[in-house]
C-alpha cells in the first residue's frame, strides 16, 4: 500500500522483528480515557451473546421501521467503535486519528445486498467518490470493493453455472463489467488502489475472471488492482500459484490480499443440503497453514507480487513480521502490508504502526441502515463463544488498570 510518510525514524532491515502485541499502551495511545472506558463497556456488552442476537434482530427492525431513537443509539456504540461515519465526510476525524499513529485507511462503502440497476449504478458512483477522496488524501492509498455490491447476486451464479445466459442476463453482465472497469480505470487514472472482495464460492469463479482481466489490464507498470484470496478453500494456494504464473506469463504485476475466509457457515450449511463437497478446509489448521504458506509465497515473490496480510491473527502478523525481518527486507517495503477492520485488533495495528511496518484499517462507511448487517456480522464476531471478545476486553481492561481507571 506504500509508505507511511510521518514515520520518518524507520529503520531499513532491522536486526529484532519481535513486535510486542502485548503493549496496551502504544494499542490504545489514540483513544482518550472517556473513549477507552466506552469501548470496554460495549466488549463487555458483546460478550453476552443473547443479547447480541436480540439486539441484532432488533436493529435490523427498528431501522427499517425507523424507529425513534434507534439511529441515534446504534450510532453513539456499536456504529461509533466499528464504522468510519455516514459519510467520507464524516470519516475524515477518524482517518486523521489513524494517520496521526502511522496507519493507513482502506475506504470501504460498506451497502450490500442491493439489487435494482439504480442501486447498482449508484454504487459505482459512491465508489467513484471513494477513490477521488483517497487521491485527496494520502492517509488513504486504497479503496476496497465488493463486485457483489454492483450486481445482483443471483446474477453473479448465474454466470458462474449456466452454460448460456438470456439476452437480458448478457446485458446485466455487460453493465456489471463496465461498473467495475470504472472503478478500477478510474483508480489508474487516480493513482489509488482497488483491493477486490473475495466472496462465496459460488460466485467467486465469476469474479476471480473479472479481477484477472482488471489486473492484467492496470498492473502493468504497479500493482493498482488487488485479488483476494480466501485460504480456508482446499483449491487457493493453489490458484494463488496459478495466478501468479498467469501475471509473470502475460507480463503484469499480481496484487494478492489474503484472507483466511468469512463465510465458512454458509458454505458448508450450503455444500451439505446441496450435496457436493464443501471447497472449505476441514480444520482450522489446515487453513492456518494454508494462510502461512500464501504468506510465505507472496514474500517469496515481494518483487513481482504486492501483498496485504489481511487479518487478526497474531501469530499470521508475527510470522510476517519474521520472514520480513530474516529476509532482511525494509518493514515499510511498499509490497509488504497488514490490515486490520476497524475498531478491531487495535492491539496489532498500532503495534505493528508503531514498529514501522506498513499497517491499514478498513474503514467501513454508510448510513446507518446500510451498515446494520455488517455491524451484526461485527457484534456476533465478537461474543464470547467466538473469543474474539475475550481478547479485545482483556487487553481494554489491562489499559484502563495501567492508567489506574479501575
Ligand atoms: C482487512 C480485512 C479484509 C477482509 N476481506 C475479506 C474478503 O475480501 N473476503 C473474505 O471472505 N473475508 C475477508 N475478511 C475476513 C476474513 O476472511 C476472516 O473471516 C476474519 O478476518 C477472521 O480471520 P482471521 O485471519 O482474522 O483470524 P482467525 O480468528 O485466526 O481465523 C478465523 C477464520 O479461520 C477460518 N476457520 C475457523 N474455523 C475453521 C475450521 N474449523 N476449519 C477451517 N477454517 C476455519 C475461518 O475463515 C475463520 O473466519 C477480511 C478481514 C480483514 C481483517
Excluded at 73 to 97: H, M, N, P, R, W
Excluded at 133 to 138: G, I, L, V
Excluded at 251 to 273: Q, S
Amino acid at each position: 500500500m506504500g509508505d507511511l510518510e510521518p514515520n520518518t525514524s524507520r529503520t531499513i532491515g532491522e536486526k529484532s522483528s519481535f513486535v510486542d502485541f502485548s503493549n496496551t499502551e502504544v494499542a490504545f495511545a489514540h483513544k482518550s480515557d472517556k473513549e477507552l472506558r466506552k469501548a470496554g463497556w460495549l466488549f463487555r456488552l458483546m460478550n453476552k451473546k443473547w443479547l447480541v442476537d436480540l439486539s441484532s434482530s432488533m436493529a435490523l427492525i427498528a431501522v427499517r421501521w425507523r424507529m425513534p431513537l434507534s439511529k441515534w443509539l446504534i450510532k453513539a456504540t456499536i456504529f461509533d467503535q466499528f464504522v468510519g461515519g455516514e459519510s467520507l465526510y464524516e470519516c475524515q476525524d477518524k482517518i486523521k486519528k489513524l494517520w496521526q499513529n502511522r496507519t493507513l485507511t482502506v475506504l470501504d462503502y460498506g451497502a450490500e445486498g442491493k439489487s435494482e440497476e439504480e442501486d447498482l449504478d449508484e454504487a459505482r458512483d459512491q465508489f467513484m467518490q471513494a477513490i477521488e477522496f483517497a487521491a485527496a488524501h494520502e492517509s488513504v492509498p486504497v479503496v476496497s470493493i465488493k463486485v457483489s455490491a454492483l450486481s445482483k447476486n443471483s446474477l453473479l451464479e448465474a454466470i458462474q453455472s449456466k452454460e448460456s445466459l438470456t439476452i437480458h442476463e448478457v446485458e446485466l453482465q455487460s453493465r456489471m463489467e463496465k461498473r467495475v472497469e470504472d472503478i478500477c480505470k478510474s483508480g489508474y487514472q487516480h493513482g489509488v488502489k482497488i483491493f477486490i472482495d473475495a466472496e462465496e464460492s459460488w460466485i467467486q469463479d465469476t469474479i476471480d475472471h473479472l479481477v484477472e482481466a482488471m489486473m492484467e489490464k492496470y498492473n502493468q507498470e504497479k500493482v493498482i488492482v488487488y485479488h483476494t484470496f480466501q485460504m480456508y478453500r482446499k483449491d487457493r494456494l493453489t490458484y494463488l500459484k496459478h495466478c501468479f504464473e498467469l501475471a509473470r506469463s502475460k507480463g503484469y504485476l499480481l496484487g494478492a490480499k489474503i484472507v483466511r475466509g468469512a463465510y465458512m457457515e454458509k458454505e458448508r450449511e450450503r455444500a451439505e443440503e446441496m450435496d457436493y463437497e464443501s471447497p472449505i478446509h476441514k480444520t482450522k489448521d489446515d487453513t492456518d497453514n494454508d494462510f502461512d504458506l500464501a504468506m510465505q509465497f507472496c514474500l517469496d515473490h515481494y518483487e513481482e507480487i504486492a501483498s496485504c496480510a489481511a487479518t487478526h491473527n497474531m501469530r499470521s502478523c508475527m510470522l510476517q513480521a519474521q520472514l520480513i525481518g530474516s529476509r532482511s527486507l525494509p518493514r515499510n517495503h511498499p509490497n509488504l502490508n497488514f490490515c486490520q477492520l476497524y475498531g478491531m485488533s487495535d492491539h496489532i495495528t498500532f503495534n505493528l504502526a508503531n514498529a514501522g511496518y506498513n499497517v491499514a484499517k478498513y474503514v467501513v462507511y454508510g448510513t446507518v441502515k446500510e451498515v446494520v448487517p455488517y455491524l451484526t456480522r461485527r457484534a456476533s464476531e465478537n461474543t464470547a463463544v467466538k473469543g474474539e471478545f475475550s481478547r479485545e476486553y482483556g487487553l481494554i481492561r489491562k489499559e484502563l488498570r495501567r492508567r489506574g481507571l479501575i
